[in-house]
């Protein structure tokens, strides 16, 4: 079945620079969504890319959807401490939705 | 306000025992879905309902199961053929879309078992 990858696992950054998260699929996707789950919390739905080469944004957060629909990035500007917390991307596989195993990241002040 | 509420937060089971958790949603979602998480893993989808009265397996299917008598619930019973139970259980759900309108999941707060 579709498996979805996703670097790295964890990240420590100083507050300030600037992270970035990858996520890669076995076959083409129809779409991709991103989750933010704080520690101790239940992921949090950030975005869905649908279209070859779609970048959003959200004030810092920038999401990419690859050419071939076979990978995405999440790439932060500026850390905070606000932006702790585990950030999975997710792609569909009919009905079920197919995670990786999340991209902790860890920012320090 | 509209959400999903998981019960309980915290739940222990002794060996040999089954016990159910509980998803209710307010939401009006048609699709509703249980997955387990493990320590430094993704979410891996146990069962998943489209519509009531009707479920499918989702990758770790055994050892659990559901049922959807209700739009609003759909509990998870984990059984004592389940052999390695303690995880943190989190219940969503979502609108039904068609095509490449796949509509976001709502997570409730998760519940975590424990064996004693």
């Known amino acids: 079945g579709q498996q979805v990858m996703q670097i790295p696992q964890y990240q420590h950054v100083q507050e300030g620079e600037d992270f970035t998260t990858y996520c890669n699929s076995s076959t083409t996707l129809s779409n991709i969504q991103w989750y933010k789950q704080r520690p101790g919390g239940h992921p949090v739905f950030l975005i869905q890319l649908v279209k070859s080469g779609e970048v959003k944004k959200q004030k810092r957060l920038t999401f990419q959807f690859g050419e071939a629909k076979k990978n995405s990035s999440l790439h932060i500007t500026a850390t905070q401490t606000t932006d702790v917390g585990t950030y999975f991307c997710?792609?569909?596989?009919?009905?079920?939705?197919?995670f990786g195993k999340g991209t902790s990241l860890l920012v320090t002040p | 306000d509209g959400g999903i509420t998981q019960s309980p937060k915290y739940l222990f089971r002794k060996e040999g025992q089954n016990v159910t958790l509980s998803c209710e949603q307010n939401?009006?979602?048609?699709?509703m879905y249980w997955y387990r998480q493990d320590p430094g893993q993704g979410l891996r989808l146990i069962y998943y309902s489209q519509i009531v009265n009707d479920f499918q397996k989702g990758d770790i299917a055994e050892g659990y199961s559901v049922s959807r008598e209700k739009k609003e619930s759909f509990p998870l019973t984990v059984t004592s053929a389940q052999k390695n139970p303690t995880a943190f259980y989190l219940c969503?759900?979502?609108?039904?879309?068609?095509?490449?309108?796949?509509?976001?999941?709502?997570f409730g707060d998760g519940t975590r078992l424990s064996i004693l």
């Open positions: 997710a792609g569909h596989s009919g009905y079920a939705l197919n």
């Open positions: 939401l009006n979602h048609d699709a």
């Open positions: 969503a759900s979502s609108q039904t879309g068609a095509g490449s309108d796949y509509q976001p999941q709502h």
